[in-house]
């Protein structure tokens, strides 16, 4: 009985000590390697070096996209997840039937690159001719939730407009005539009347439309659902306002400012009431229900004026700095932090702030501290991507962008001229017109691309899915209002290919 033997006894318990021993040390070799691979550390397989990686996500539409790294195939198709020694990459992706998305980026150690965001355009998109019109269509407009598109028929005639109004959800795009009601405009039927867009109500119902007439200007709350029930915002209210915004991005809800008093007043379209908000302000931007950034002079030298901003209770100084003709003002909240953007159209920067109210309401810091400065003369507009990460200012072909989660600003001039402003198509992505043709390029300007023709300056309007793309283009068929397919190759319906 070998348990009975002490020699064997002893042996059996050396070796199982050793057996532990070992177990121990492979338990702490795999949580070594586990923690150094979180680290972002690796074993290059054919020197045995130790190498430092970073990890990259690459996404795209379309899906199934091709990966190169440095030219390079890395076998994998978008969504995917890389793991990659520290270095400077050129990314590169490629599909049938589209065109090469590609960019250049430095991978550091233990660091996160996503670049999540690619649109490929099609090679030789799909056209299809929707509706032709007679003339240039004087407006054309989309809803929030870019389903409803509004195009202004230029055969409106005797004082009456009429929209086109397309479902973009709905191919073959499903149309419907609406007319506002007779009477609602002022001199409508007299040269020089225009609309022109101001803003949507987040319901995808009521359009705020500014309508310029020989003799002024009025504001018209249309309602594309039932246009019967459009409203005359200064009939209704007896007051000639310079501008008005939607409260709360709610129709029955307004702001009422005047240039001449420079009163800014809350409108009750329910009741037909005015109520006196804030006095000599000489711009204003609204967010939400209560909170106003406001440029005035009131208490300025000559030449100065100083943002503030309302928060429904108080007033509070943000940034002073020179007079202009036009004040570049706007806020948006991103990740749950508030940024501010002031300036005017004659300082040679525009200052950004996070979260200001924090600092102004803190009595150790008692006032609002920029976070940096975008630094731009002559600016004629700064605005938030629609998904708020980027802040773009524009003047002329010069244009600064500040990715606020990269925290990374892009100074550039762009050597295409463009038909009009850029907007932003999308989280990524500013659009508009040059050179007859859609332009479209990433926020940093990278991938710049000319879609189709077109004669309309803000390039076009995509439908939810980004799979088409609707414009006005002028050729041997007239003036026509266009379908443009963003898919190619095997993503393309059958029926199209």
């Known amino acids: 009985m070998d348990f009975l033997d002490p020699r064997k006894r002893r042996a059996h318990s050396i070796r199982l000590m050793i057996g532990y021993v070992l177990i121990a040390i492979a338990i702490a070799l795999g949580a070594v390697l586990l923690v150094y691979g979180a680290y972002g550390y690796g074993i290059n397989t054919k020197t045995g070096d130790i190498i430092q990686n970073g990890l990259l996500f690459v996404d795209s539409q379309p899906g199934g996209t091709n990966i190169y790294l440095?030219?390079?195939?890395?076998?994998?198709?978008?969504?995917?997840?890389?793991?990659?020694?520290?270095?400077?990459?050129?990314?590169?992706?490629?599909?049938?039937?589209?065109?090469?998305?590609?960019?250049?980026?430095t991978l550091t150690e233990h660091s996160i690159a996503r670049y999540v965001y690619p649109f490929l355009f099609p090679?030789?998109?799909?056209?299809?001719?929707?509706?032709?019109?007679s003339a240039t269509p004087p407006l054309l407009s989309q809803s929030p939730d870019r389903r409803w598109l509004l195009v202004e028929t230029p055969e409106s005639s005797s004082g009456v407009v009429t929209f086109d109004e397309y479902d973009t959800a709905s191919l073959p795009i499903a149309t419907k005539t609406l007319a506002m009601p007779a009477g609602l405009l002022t001199n409508a039927d007299q040269a020089g009347s225009t609309l022109k867009e101001v803003e949507w109500s987040t319901d995808?119902?009521?359009?705020?439309?500014?309508?310029?007439?020989?003799?002024?200007?009025?504001?018209?709350?249309?309602?594309?659902?039932?246009?019967?029930?459009?409203?005359n915002v200064n009939k209704l209210l007896a007051?000639?306002?310079?501008?008005?915004?939607?409260?709360?991005?709610?129709?029955?809800?307004l702001y009422i400012w005047s240039k001449d008093s420079g009163d800014l007043q809350i409108a009750n379209i329910g009741n037909s009431t005015v109520t006196p908000l804030l006095k000599n302000v000489l711009a204003f931007k609204p967010?939400?229900?209560?909170?106003?950034?406001?440029?005035?002079?009131?208490?300025?030298?000559?030449?100065?004026?100083?943002?503030?901003i309302w928060d429904g209770n108080k007033s509070y100084p943000l940034?002073?700095?020179?007079?202009?003709?036009?004040?570049?003002?706007?806020?948006?909240?991103?990740?749950?932090?508030?940024?501010?953007?002031?300036g005017s159209n004659t300082d040679e920067r525009i200052n950004l702030y996070k979260d200001p109210l924090s600092g102004i309401r803190d009595p150790a810091v008692g006032k609002a501290v920029p976070l940096l400065s975008l630094n731009i003369k002559?600016?004629?507009?700064?605005?938030?991507?629609?998904?708020?990460?980027?802040?773009?200012?524009?003047a002329g072909q010069e244009l600064v962008v500040y990715d606020i989660e990269a925290q990374s600003a892009y100074h550039y001039t762009l050597?295409?001229?463009?038909?009009?402003?850029?907007?932003?198509?999308?989280?990524?992505?500013?659009?508009g017109a040059s050179g007859g043709s859609v332009f479209v390029t990433d926020y940093d300007s990278i991938n710049q691309q000319l879609v189709v023709p077109t004669i309309d300056p803000q390039g076009g309007f995509f439908d939810r899915d980004y799979k088409h793309l609707f414009t006005i283009s002028s050729g041997a068929g007239g003036i026509t209002l266009e379908s443009v397919d963003m898919r190619a190759g095997v993503d393309l319906p059958k029926t199209a290919q």
């Open 70 to 105: 440095n030219d390079k195939t890395q076998g994998s198709t978008t969504a995917s997840r890389l793991i990659l020694p520290a270095g400077a990459y050129k990314l590169t992706l490629k599909k049938d039937g589209y065109r090469t998305w590609e960019r250049s980026f």
């Open 123 to 133: 090679v030789k998109p799909v056209v299809q001719a929707v509706k032709a019109y």
């Open 204 to 231: 995808n119902k009521h359009l705020l439309l500014q309508h310029t007439y020989n003799g002024g200007t009025e504001f018209i709350i249309f309602n594309r659902d039932i246009p019967t029930e459009s409203i």
């Open 239 to 253: 007051l000639s306002p310079s501008e008005v915004a939607l409260r709360n991005k709610k129709f029955d809800q």
């Open 287 to 308: 967010s939400g229900a209560d909170l106003i950034t406001y440029v005035t002079a009131q208490g300025m030298s000559s030449g100065e004026v100083t943002a503030r």
């Open 319 to 342: 940034y002073v700095f020179s007079a202009g003709s036009k004040y570049l003002i706007d806020m948006a909240q991103f990740q749950s932090h508030w940024y501010y953007i002031a």
């Open 378 to 394: 002559d600016a004629s507009k700064v605005s938030f991507s629609t998904n708020t990460r980027f802040i773009e200012a524009e």
């Open 415 to 431: 050597t295409t001229p463009l038909a009009d402003l850029l907007h932003w198509m999308d989280g990524h992505r500013l659009i």
